[in-house]
């Protein structure tokens, strides 16, 4: 199961839809005062739609790379006119600006964060735009956050939902590999000694309004720190020899798509086959392999097709389901 131009478009055609929608809006800011009673947009006229910040960022990421992939489709022409318009310097200045702000301290830590840089790493793909050296300041920004932020995190979190570090490590590091050394030995030494002596996980998974699997994302960021040959092992001490693998990975069941916490579950469905499908490459020839490449197909078809439907969904599902069929 893979990305095909059918999908893509697909996929194109809901971003485009939800990534300039003003409304509905969960706003994640810090009143100082009645002047701080402001429209969304005033704040974040970059990333003022799609319900929320983070998930306005992802579906950016969602459109530069379906265009990365399909640049001559209609949906395409209209990515790159609607990049122009929207990634601007002065647009992107506010959106810095907004982070100068004493009480901004925490502003969509670690999710939105590790969701910007991957925006910026993906922007560095389109050579022929101005996108990422626009981004970059805004990248540079999180990117300093996060340093701070690992200095001072003495667990990790290891909830289902946004909280949750592992997640935002992964795409962080992705970012900083090859651009940041410091960063990714800070991130890899963290890592280490945050989920380096973890084993026979027995976590109460799923969570009634999870997205990410606690576990498997943990260990998809282990996969990229450690090398095959000690990730292997670990691997095995954590999920398969207790049995937690083979009776608990199983696609969950979502019972109201209309309600934003429970419609969670289809990307804990998303995120779970994306998990499985980067960590069975690292167990190649390990008859484990074969197991999470089936656990990850049974997931992503349970999912797909409630990409669209309700909007509590639909503003975010696309870019979960992209992670999993590139495996990116």
């Known amino acids: 199961m893979e990305l095909t131009e059918y999908i893509a478009r697909n996929f194109a055609r809901i971003a485009l839809g939800h990534v300039t929608r003003p409304y509905p809006y969960k706003d994640d800011h810090v009143f ?10 005033v704040a974040h006229p970059v990333f003022f739609g799609s319900y929320d910040w983070h998930s306005c960022v992802h579906g950016w990421w969602t459109l530069l790379t379906l265009r990365r992939h399909y640049p001559k489709t209609a949906e395409a022409h209209q990515i790159v006119a609607l990049a122009e318009e929207t990634f601007t310097e002065a647009k992107l200045a506010i959106e ?11 502003f969509e830590r670690p999710y939105g964060w590790g969701w910007l840089l991957y925006l910026h790493l993906e922007a560095e793909r389109h050579a022929d735009h101005e996108w990422a050296a626009r981004l970059e300041p805004l990248a540079q920004a999180f990117a300093a956050r996060l340093r701070d932020y690992l200095r001072v995190l003495t667990y990790p979190i290891t909830v289902g939902t946004h909280f949750n570090t592992a997640f935002a490590l992964v795409l962080s590091r992705r970012w900083a590999l090859g651009r940041d050394a410091g960063l990714v030995a800070l991130i890899d030494d963290w890592v280490e000694r945050a989920f ?4 026979d996980y027995r976590g109460w998974e799923p969570g009634g309004d999870e997205f990410l699997s606690p576990v498997l994302t943990a260990a998809l960021l282990m996969a990229e720190v450690r090398p095959q040959l000690s990730f292997a092992p670990w691997f095995e001490a954590l999920v398969v020899a207790n049995g937690w693998l083979t009776r608990d990975c199983r696609p969950v069941f979502v019972s109201d798509r209309s309600d934003g916490k429970i419609a969670h579950l289809d990307g804990l469905n998303l995120s779970r086959a994306w998990c499985l499908r980067a960590i069975a490459p690292k167990l190649e020839g390990n008859e ?5 490449l089936r656990l990850a197909d049974q997931h992503l078809e349970t999912a797909l097709p409630h990409v669209a439907g309700d909007y509590m969904g639909e503003h975010w599902l696309a870019s979960f389901a992209l992670l999993a069929l590139l495996r990116e």
């Open 32 to 41: 100082e005062s009645e002047a701080d009673v402001r429209p969304p947009r």
């Open 96 to 106: 810095l600006a907004y982070l100068d702000r004493p009480t901004a301290r925490g």
């Open 196 to 199: 380096g002596d973890r084993s």
């Open 288 to 292: 484990v392999e074969g197991l999470l």
